[in-house]
């Protein structure tokens, strides 16, 4: 972090900022910035009168309901299905407009129209009727990014029933857990899904996660790969056994405002995830007017691709929900960047004349790493504004990735926002704000953020903080699923001032703003790390490593990494006699992608005989992040052993060969 600081402030000094382009500022959708006003001045009817853009069966009696905080209530009285916002009501119009140009990894190609999306969405709504799914029902969703997984989402939606989508990267017990806390009736999964030109056996893993999940009635799946699979009679049905004779007719189960949309699982700061929950009014209102102003989206002629995996909220929000909402055309990729070749990705916007492109900072830093050729090999001209999302960008990375795949054209939209807040919170508007490479800029209309200190009070410019949101948003996440006082505790405990009704969110992100006001990311201040953009508990990985036998204590740090944002540190005292060889870290690797999913496995295990702990047990994990990013110790007076930091000093060394 403090590199990439030196270089802000260098670019400061260099005076490098960005005007809005006068091409796309002179019609873009939001073009002037009286609308910050606007909102700030009257919130309620700043966000009715964006809910008023979506279908409603019935028009809300009030915007807000805050009367419980932190617990709130958005268009409170209002109904509606938000498949007639995403399907029906592009029917008469735009029908025949595409959905989805998707493209497998092997190269296949399906083009949807809204017109298919909305037929392929009743049917599998019908199958799932079918299936004894009722309204409330929770289902899960286990997919790689075929056609049918937008679909398996919206077929949920149609009936009213929730879904919890569980990244394919997880692994069969993360599964289970997440199956298992939300007590889902039905999994929709793959065979397979393609992946960097391998299949992940996506239905072997639900199955050893279906040997612990009571609550899964039936399991439908999609046929993709073409791998044998098993499939237990009675409880397994193919998708296209059961879809294909469905009616392509559904009517739209009437919901209200605040039913629930969806639950998507989270890692917070233990090691139990936490089932996030949306609803369906307000989340649909700002997902979609988010992407709208943010995007400049002009549905008639932009192609929007966003290369995020359904499994995480921004293709939630960002691949599904806003873009259909909207009208949009999207591509969908499958699978890896690198598949056949390290250009896959400029292949696609050049075939599809993308316009508006949304990817992670990780892999423009992987692009910037592969180098120049494999983008400038391609006509990217139609790119008119380029995105980020997941983690902070460091400046270079940003002006890679405007000069060599924006053509120092496009404006750059840095997008912060969370699982938690549903759609952007921070971001520019492509129109109207003047971009810093690495600056997220300032808080979207209707948005109030601050940065506060310990006590939480506001810290002047120029100073940095704790991220907070001040006031209500329409897509805040309404709960944690089952847990009422973690929400609270997680969310509100710190900042808050319940006494006098004053309800503080806090991200769990650090921030800086500058002389000008703009929000510069610092990263996690709590146990989480962001690992390519994924968001991993420290302690998730420390108790995946404990449960292996061989272990008796571990403690996990995040360090910076030039590809990844962080890389996961793993620190273990052995049990007994083991020693802790190259063997055994190769096994406590598998361990850990068994227990929660390859992306969790940690680029270094450091064996040691203890752990640096203060006097009163605590483990220093402070202590480990200097070792780890080889700094010089912090303060160590409050440590029991100070020798035992110079031992693991020493082994961290040692093993640094073994890295990555
Ligand atoms: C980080 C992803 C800096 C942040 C949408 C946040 C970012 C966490 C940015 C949420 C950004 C996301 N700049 N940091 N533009 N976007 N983050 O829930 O730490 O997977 O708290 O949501 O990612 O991750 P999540």
């Given at each position: 972090?403090?590199?990439?600081?030196?270089?802000?402030?260098a670019?400061?000094?260099e005076?490098?900022?960005?005007?809005?382009?006068?091409?796309?500022?002179?019609r873009?959708?939001?073009?002037?910035?009286?609308?910050?006003t606007?909102?700030?001045?009257?919130?309620?009817?700043?966000?009715?009168?964006?809910a008023?853009?979506?279908?409603?069966?019935?028009?809300?009696?009030?915007?807000?309901?805050?009367s419980?905080?932190?617990?709130?209530?958005?268009?409170v009285?209002g109904?509606?299905?938000?498949?007639e916002?995403?399907?029906?009501?592009?029917?008469?119009?735009?029908?025949?407009?595409?959905?989805?140009?998707?493209?497998?990894?092997?190269?296949?190609?399906?083009v949807?129209?809204?017109?298919?999306?909305?037929?392929?969405?009743?049917?599998?709504?019908?199958a799932?009727?079918?299936?004894?799914?009722?309204?409330?029902d929770?289902?899960?969703?286990?997919?790689?990014?075929?056609?049918?997984?937008?679909?398996?989402?919206?077929?949920?939606?149609?009936?009213?029933?929730?879904?919890?989508?569980?990244?394919g990267?997880?692994?069969?017990?993360?599964?289970?857990?997440?199956?298992?806390?939300?007590?889902?009736?039905?999994?929709?999964?793959?065979?397979?899904?393609?992946?960097g030109?391998?299949?992940?056996?996506?239905?072997?893993?639900?199955?050893?996660?279906?040997?612990?999940?009571?609550?899964?009635?039936?399991?439908?799946?999609?046929?993709?790969?073409?791998?044998?699979?098993a499939m237990?009679?009675?409880?397994?049905?193919w998708?296209?056994?059961?879809?294909p004779?469905?009616s392509?007719e559904?009517?739209?189960?009437e919901?209200?405002?605040?039913?629930?949309?969806?639950?998507?699982?989270?890692?917070g700061?233990?090691?139990?995830?936490?089932?996030?929950?949306?609803?369906?009014?307000?989340?649909?209102?700002?997902?979609?007017?988010?992407?709208?102003?943010?995007?400049?989206?002009r549905p008639?002629?932009?192609?929007?691709?966003?290369?995020a995996?359904?499994g995480?909220?921004?293709?939630?929000s960002?691949?599904?929900?806003?873009?259909?909402?909207?009208?949009?055309?999207?591509?969908?990729?499958?699978?890896?960047?690198?598949?056949?070749?390290?250009?896959?990705?400029?292949?696609?916007?050049?075939?599809?004349?993308?316009?508006?492109?949304?990817?992670?900072?990780?892999?423009?830093?992987?692009?910037m790493?592969?180098?120049?050729?494999?983008?400038?090999?391609?006509?990217?001209?139609?790119?008119?504004?380029?995105?980020?999302?997941?983690?902070?960008?460091?400046?270079?990375?940003?002006?890679?990735?405007?000069?060599?795949?924006?053509?120092?054209?496009?404006?750059?939209?840095?997008?912060?926002?969370?699982?938690?807040?549903?759609?952007?919170?921070?971001?520019?508007?492509?129109?109207?704000?003047?971009?810093?490479?690495?600056?997220?800029?300032?808080?979207?209309?209707?948005?109030?953020?601050?940065?506060?200190?310990?006590?939480?009070?506001?810290?002047?410019?120029?100073?940095?903080?704790?991220?907070?949101?001040?006031?209500?948003?329409p897509?805040m996440?309404?709960?944690?699923?089952?847990?009422?006082?973690?929400?609270?505790?997680?969310?509100?405990?710190?900042?808050?001032?319940?006494?006098?009704?004053?309800w503080?969110y806090?991200a769990?992100?650090?921030?800086?703003?500058?002389?000008?006001?703009y929000?510069?990311?610092?990263?996690?201040?709590?146990?989480?790390?962001?690992?390519?953009?994924?968001?991993?508990?420290t302690?998730?990985?420390?108790?995946?490593?404990?449960?292996?036998?061989?272990?008796?204590?571990?403690?996990?740090?995040?360090?910076?990494?030039?590809?990844?944002?962080?890389?996961?540190?793993?620190?273990?005292?052995?049990?007994?006699?083991?020693?802790?060889?190259?063997?055994?870290?190769?096994?406590?690797?598998e361990?850990?992608?068994?227990?929660?999913g390859?992306?969790?496995?940690?680029?270094?295990?450091?064996?040691?005989?203890?752990?640096p702990?203060?006097?009163?047990?605590?483990?220093?994990?402070?202590?480990?992040?200097?070792?780890?990013?080889?700094?010089?110790?912090?303060?160590?007076?409050?440590?029991?052993?100070?020798?035992?930091?110079?031992?693991?000093?020493?082994?961290?060394r040692?093993?640094?060969?073994?890295?990555?």
């Amino acid at each position: 972090m403090s590199d990439s600081h030196h270089t802000i402030e260098a670019l400061f000094d260099e005076g490098r900022v960005f005007p809005p382009p006068p091409e796309v500022a002179s019609r873009a959708v939001v073009s002037s910035d009286a609308i910050y006003t606007e909102a700030t001045e009257d919130p309620d009817a700043f966000w009715a009168d964006l809910a008023s853009r979506l279908e409603w069966r019935r028009t809300w009696d009030t915007v807000l309901d805050w009367s419980k905080a932190p617990f709130a209530k958005w268009f409170v009285g209002g109904k509606l299905n938000v498949t007639e916002s995403c399907l029906d009501r592009h029917l008469a119009e735009r029908g025949d407009r595409v959905a989805y140009y998707w493209e497998g990894e092997p190269g296949d190609r399906r083009v949807i129209t809204y017109a298919e999306l909305h037929a392929e969405v009743c049917r599998l709504a019908n199958a799932l009727a079918e299936l004894g799914v009722h309204k409330g029902d929770r289902v899960a969703i286990y997919m790689g990014m075929v056609p049918e997984m937008p679909v398996a989402l919206l077929a949920c939606a149609r009936l009213g029933a929730p879904h919890s989508v569980v990244f394919g990267g997880f692994s069969a017990d993360s599964l289970a857990d997440r199956i298992n806390d939300a007590a889902a009736k039905v999994l929709i999964t793959c065979d397979g899904a393609w992946r960097g030109g391998s299949v992940v056996p996506l239905k072997e893993m639900a199955d050893d996660a279906l040997s612990r999940t009571p609550s899964i009635e039936h399991v439908v799946v999609v046929r993709r790969t073409e791998s044998s699979v098993a499939m237990t009679p009675r409880r397994d049905v193919w998708y296209h056994d059961v879809v294909p004779r469905q009616s392509p007719e559904r009517p739209a189960t009437e919901c209200d405002s605040e039913d629930m949309l969806y639950l998507l699982y989270t890692s917070g700061t233990t090691a139990k995830p936490k089932g996030i929950v949306h609803t369906c009014g307000g989340y649909l209102v700002h997902a979609a007017a988010s992407h709208s102003m943010v995007f400049d989206l002009r549905p008639e002629d932009d192609v929007y691709w966003c290369t995020a995996d359904i499994g995480w909220v921004t293709g939630h929000s960002y691949v599904v929900y806003g873009p259909l909402a909207n009208g949009a055309t999207s591509v969908i990729y499958e699978g890896a960047p690198q598949f056949p070749d390290k250009d896959r990705f400029w292949d696609v916007v050049e075939r599809y004349k993308v316009t508006l492109f949304y990817t992670a900072p990780t892999s423009i830093r992987t692009f910037m790493k592969w180098g120049d050729d494999f983008v400038s090999r391609h006509d990217l001209s139609s790119l008119r504004i380029i995105g980020t999302v997941g983690e902070p960008i460091n400046p270079e990375a940003w002006m890679w990735y405007r000069s060599v795949v924006g053509g120092d054209r496009c404006p750059i939209v840095d997008t912060w926002w969370q699982t938690e807040t549903g759609g952007f919170m921070i971001s520019p508007l492509p129109g109207v704000t003047t971009t810093k490479p690495g600056s997220a800029t300032i808080p979207l209309p209707g948005i109030s953020a601050d940065v506060v200190d310990e006590q939480g009070r506001s810290v002047p410019l120029g100073q940095g903080g704790y991220l907070v949101i001040t006031r209500p948003w329409p897509s805040m996440l309404r709960g944690i699923y089952g847990d009422d006082d973690r929400f609270v505790e997680t969310y509100w405990r710190r900042f808050s001032r319940p006494e006098e009704n004053v309800w503080v969110y806090f991200a769990g992100d650090g921030a800086k703003r500058d002389e000008d006001g703009y929000y510069w990311l610092l990263g996690r201040v709590d146990d989480v790390m962001n690992v390519s953009g994924h968001r991993i508990s420290t302690l998730e990985v420390e108790s995946a490593l404990v449960d292996h036998p061989a272990v008796a204590e571990a403690a996990v740090v995040g360090r910076d990494d030039q590809q990844t944002g962080q890389a996961i540190a793993a620190f273990v005292t052995l049990r007994g006699s083991r020693t802790g060889d190259e063997d055994l870290i190769l096994e406590l690797r598998e361990h850990v992608a068994t227990k929660i999913g390859k992306i969790a496995r940690p680029a270094s295990i450091v064996f040691t005989d203890e752990l640096p702990k203060t006097r009163s047990g605590k483990i220093m994990r402070r202590l480990l992040r200097d070792i780890s990013e080889q700094r010089k110790f912090g303060d160590v007076t409050t440590l029991a052993n100070e020798a035992v930091v110079h031992e693991i000093a020493e082994r961290a060394r040692a093993m640094r060969p073994a890295d990555s």
